[in-house]
């Protein structure tokens, strides 16, 4: 009996482990918070436009996901280094082609502009050089973080590198940075969540090179091959219709 009953015990381990491991996500994927595109709702859930597209991909996809939100930087290096592990919204760049395996579109091309606040009368910007006679907010290891300093900003000199784009916000409302960077729908929100007029901000320079990068679904190159194909055929029908 006391054989029976050990032996019963084994098979109830084996299948309650067997039975978290089907349970456990294929996908760890992570983005930042970015509303209108990422944030949490009041139930704690990760949603947003960009998150909705790849929550529809990854359903039809038939791929169960944890979705995260972090900041970016951590976000990103999860992505590069872990296998099973993605991120978004994601701008793709020649930079970061050969680091990831690439879903896109999840959105169209979303122009980047650079913003200061209306009542700020000494900023004048007439090219993207003359940004760097200020200070311009930015996420670490962002695209816009990345493209500037290939176009010779400096960290220490024009950029004020930040965790997340809600302490940049901060910051510069309170007139502590002279400029930031962010999308029109971005920037809208951000103001209205503040209860300030879309007139206290001005645009002053767009950034060309963001109105033909796409914004994409990117995980890690060592990735379980049959998720990658799962995906990719999702995306390829997507982009035929």
Known sequence: MQYLKYHIYVWLIA??????VVAQPQLQLYTEHWPPYNYLNEQGQVVGRATQAVRGALEAANI??????TTWARAYNLAKTRANHGIFAIYKT?????LFHWFCPISAPTPMFIYKRSDDQRIKVHSLADVKQYTLAV????????????QGFSD????D???SIEVSMTKFLAGRLDLILNTEAAMTLALRQRELS???VIKVWELQQSQ???LCLAVNKHSDPQLVQALKQVFDEKNIR
Do not use: C, K
């Open 198 to 200: 879309a007139n206290t």
């Open 94 to 98: 020649a930079q970061r082609h050969q």
């Open 156 to 159: 220490e000199r024009h950029l």
């Open 212 to 214: 033909r990068t796409p």
């Open 161 to 163: 590198v930040a965790a």
């Open 139 to 150: 996420s670490r290891d962002g695209w816009t973080h990345q493209h500037l300093r290939q």
């Open 15 to 20: 299948m309650s482990l067997s039975f978290s």
């Open 64 to 69: 169960d996901a944890d979705i995260h939100l």
